[in-house]
């Protein structure tokens, strides 16, 4: 799953919020004159910084990334001293955790230490003795990333497309319909199962529309998940599916399986069902639309 800094910030803000429900948690602005190098600290001793690369990176360069952006910020400890003492207080700093949403580097968690032993070593007034640096992801808020996306079965149902919607939608974007036939026929489809399938693809996708509404609306994290899982897979669809690489309807149905699968794992709590009906309007609208597409290319 690929994350953008701010979307990254804001759900580790959400994740800390549900860990120290018990108003242990300051979070900090970054909005007036920066955040001091800290998205947040508890009056128990721990600072938090926040950081996502942008993707894709490989293992190398995302380590160099991660080791950059963790020595820049461990260094504003010490240049921000007396502004740090102000907003800390009585706070005495044993762990800063650097929160990311993968590491794949042993070498990054060594240079932590390292960090770690410098930062001791300069004898700032508000570093305790004991300062450690932590690598984490969300992995290690899985409780909290569970509440986070916590969906209640009955509060999220999918309502079906009526064959009144369904119809009328036809009736108003019938160049789709037209290009979507066409593929559908290079998968062997053909006669009434072609209708049939066209109309119950046409209809995932309405289904699938109004569940993401309701989705946006009741549960946001969840709905961001999904959203930027869909956005991901999507650019890279043309790689993993290229044009004659589905022949039956059992690809498409696997595209579908695998796409449900995906969405499972960034919103974990999202009902089985729902994920499915999801993952049935993505790929609908894929057809639709032209990214994914059945015919060799000529």
Request: with cysteine; net charge negative; charged share 30%.
């Amino acid at each position: 799953m690929e994350w953008d800094g701010r979307q990254w910030q804001d759900y580790c803000l959400r994740l800390l919020r549900v860990r120290h429900a018990n108003h242990q948690l300051q979070e900090v602005p970054d909005r007036h004159k920066g955040d001091l190098g800290i998205e947040a600290f508890t009056h128990e001793g721990t600072l938090y910084q926040c950081y996502a690369a942008q993707e894709p990176l490989s293992v190398q360069d995302r380590y160099e990334k991660q080791r950059d952006k963790l020595t820049e910020d461990i260094g504003k400890l010490k240049s921000n001293e007396l502004e740090l003492a102000r907003l800390l207080g009585q706070v005495r700093v044993t762990r800063y955790v650097f929160m990311v949403p993968r590491y794949d580097s042993r070498h990054l968690i060594a240079h932590a230490q390292t960090k770690a032993t410098e930062v001791r070593s300069w004898g700032l007034p508000f570093i305790d003795e004991v300062f450690t640096i932590t690598v984490e992801t969300d992995d290690s808020y899985s409780a909290e990333r569970d509440q986070v996306f916590s969906i209640p079965d009955p509060l999220l149902n999918v309502q079906p497309a009526s064959p009144e919607e369904t119809t009328a939608w036809g009736d108003d974007h019938p160049d789709l319909l037209d290009d979507a036939r066409d593929k559908l026929v290079g998968i062997g489809l053909k006669g009434s199962s072609l209708t049939t399938y066209l109309d119950t693809l046409v209809g995932a996708f309405l289904s699938g529309e109004n569940a993401l509404d309701s989705l946006r609306s009741k549960f946001p994290d969840s709905w961001e998940a999904v959203r930027r899982t869909v956005s991901g897979r999507e650019r890279t669809l043309a790689l993993d599916y290229p044009s004659g690489s589905a022949e039956a309807p059992g690809d498409v149905r696997g595209i579908a399986a695998s796409l449900a699968d995906l969405i499972r794992q960034a919103a974990p709590p999202l009902p089985a069902e729902v994920a499915h009906d999801l993952a049935w309007a993505t790929v609908a609208d894929w057809i639709l639309r032209c990214p994914l597409d059945f015919e060799e290319a000529s």
